[in-house]
């Protein structure tokens, strides 16, 4: 059973005080979801060097300035409360550089750059938010991920989750069911069970991740729906 401990949130707002502990766990989930940042930076035209500068600028004002102090687990899901907060930072830098260029402190260029190569299909493809909302997905899924093979290694069994990882976010050809049951020696039935009962905890982990990022049962029933419909674009 979920229980709603807004861990996402616990983290953000413990680390309002000035533990190693808990920057170091904020520092964490900054790692976790430095991804969907990126992407949605990127999305917005920055070229990729100036992207990653931005992304890891936005993630140094998050842990050591305070910057999550507004965070506020009654708003809502922390996926929204992330891209309302990187939304807020590219504005501010903008602005930031516009200033530098007016007052002539300091020589720089516009940080977007909307002539790279392939820089336009992106923007006239997907939106940022679009973007964003991809890799959160992929994100989550990256860390129920993790979670799984963690539980596999410590079973014993981190060979056979190698071999099968491939088939737990599509379904597998024919040949491959038969390829990994000879890798594994075992019989394509015993195989199939394996494969059952490894998505059925992927699922699992992905809801209790997700949980962690919410308040409530509505609000996590809601990210599922969302997550499964990113993920069909994205897995197929």
Not at 24 to 49: I, K, M
Not at 140 to 152: C, F, G, N, Y
């Amino acid at each position: 059973m979920i229980r709603f401990q807004t861990t996402r949130w616990s983290i953000v707002q413990g680390a309002r005080g000035d533990s190693a502990q808990s920057h170091s766990a904020l520092d964490a989930l900054c790692r976790t979801y430095r991804p969907p940042v990126l992407a949605y930076v990127r999305s917005r035209g920055y070229p990729p060097e100036t992207a990653e500068d931005l992304t890891q600028a936005f993630f140094v004002d998050f842990i050591e300035r305070a910057s999550h102090a507004g965070a506020d687990p009654q708003r809502g899901r922390f996926r929204a409360f992330l891209l309302v907060a990187i939304k807020r930072f590219l504005i501010n830098a903008d602005e930031k550089a516009r200033t530098q260029k007016r007052g002539g402190t300091a020589q720089v260029e516009s940080l977007k750059d909307n002539s790279q190569p392939g820089m336009d299909a992106v923007i006239d493809t997907e939106t940022p938010e679009r973007a964003f909302e991809r890799s959160w997905a992929l994100a989550v899924l990256d860390s129920a991920m993790r979670r799984l093979r963690a539980e596999a290694d410590a079973a014993g069994k981190g060979a056979m989750f190698m071999q099968l990882r491939e088939f737990l976010a599509e379904a597998p050809a024919e040949a491959d069911y038969e390829r990994a049951a000879q890798a594994l020696n075992l019989r394509r039935n015993t195989l199939a069970v394996a494969v059952h009962r490894l998505r059925h905890r992927l699922r699992e982990l992905v809801r209790a991740e997700l949980a962690q990022t919410t308040t409530s049962r509505v609000e996590l029933e809601a990210e599922l729906r969302e997550l499964r419909g990113t993920l069909a674009d994205v897995i197929g």
